[in-house]
């Protein structure tokens, strides 16, 4: 009706390779890896005598934040030695999220599966590991037979701990930051044509055109809450992280 052919799903969320299997996602990754690797490489090159500002200002936020509002409060004191991971973690996942908005690159690297399914096994394999470390067998066998709940459920109620602590987990956490992620793109791709397409409207739909402004400040809004999510995002993901090797380390059963 307004002249607007919408592209196929699939050339929104994917692009030509660079060169072999190397598109623009592998290329935001490695940004994010490099960006975060070098923010704290600066920042360690900076006299710790004087009062941090600029970047090492940053990353001592960055420490702060990761410190107080997930370690802190997930794992307490003994989860301090986990900051490092947690803090690499959260600003990969950031950063890997916040070319959504930005020009040229216009996709958060997480809305493809692979990251978010990478970054969950790497979880997996770290929680799991925790486990076994701390608590030796019992880790499996006290989900496979939870002592805390009566003996006649404990069949029922094991099976379903190891679906939900071995398989349900890792999948869990790399649909959520991949699907949240891919609905914003979604969302701002949709809202850029229908602007555009009011814009340019025929002669005959020529009434469109000022309607323009609706889809533009609803793209405008949408991106400014996509830095917000993109943040969620990244903090769900590590606070969730924190408490399943929390659990790991110190199991209820």
């Known amino acids: 009706m307004l002249g607007l052919t919408f592209p196929p799903i699939?050339?929104?969320?994917?692009w030509r390779d660079i060169f072999t299997s190397f598109n623009k996602v592998g290329v935001i990754a490695v940004l994010a890896a490099l960006i975060g690797i070098g923010i704290f490489l600066v920042a360690g090159t900076k006299d710790p005598l004087k009062a941090p500002k600029g970047v090492r200002n940053l990353a001592e936020t960055g420490v702060e934040f990761i410190e107080d509002q997930i370690v802190m409060q997930t794992m307490g004191k003994d989860g301090l030695p986990w900051t490092p991971f947690l803090l690499s973690l959260f600003i990969f996942i950031y950063l890997c999220n916040l070319p959504g908005i930005i020009p040229l690159f216009q996709m958060p690297a997480t809305a493809r599966m692979a990251i978010p399914l990478f970054l969950a096994l790497v979880?997996?394999?770290?929680?799991?590991?925790?486990?076994?470390?701390?608590?030796?067998?019992?880790?499996?066998?006290?989900?496979?037979?939870?002592?805390?709940?009566?003996?006649?459920?404990?069949?029922?109620?094991?099976?379903?701990?190891l679906l939900s602590n071995?398989?349900?987990?890792?999948?869990s956490l790399a649909v959520r930051l991949f699907a949240n992620m891919l609905a914003g793109h979604m969302l701002l791709i949709t809202f850029a044509f229908l602007s555009n397409a009011m814009f340019t409207a025929h002669t005959k739909q020529f009434f469109l055109r000022p309607m323009g402004i609706?889809?533009?400040?609803?793209?405008?809004?949408?991106?400014?809450?996509?830095?917000?999510?993109g943040f969620l995002q990244a903090y769900i993901f590590t606070i969730l992280t924190a408490v399943f090797i929390n659990?790991?380390?110190h199991p209820e059963h």
């Open 10 to 14: 699939n050339e929104l969320i994917r």
């Open 247 to 249: 659990s790991a380390q």
């Open 166 to 171: 071995i398989v349900l987990r890792p999948f």
């Open 214 to 229: 609706l889809p533009l400040f609803m793209l405008v809004f949408l991106t400014a809450f996509e830095v917000l999510v």
């Open 123 to 161: 979880v997996w394999v770290v929680y799991n590991a925790v486990g076994l470390k701390h608590n030796g067998i019992k880790y499996i066998t006290g989900m496979a037979w939870p002592h805390s709940v009566p003996v006649g459920m404990r069949p029922l109620v094991g099976v379903i701990e």
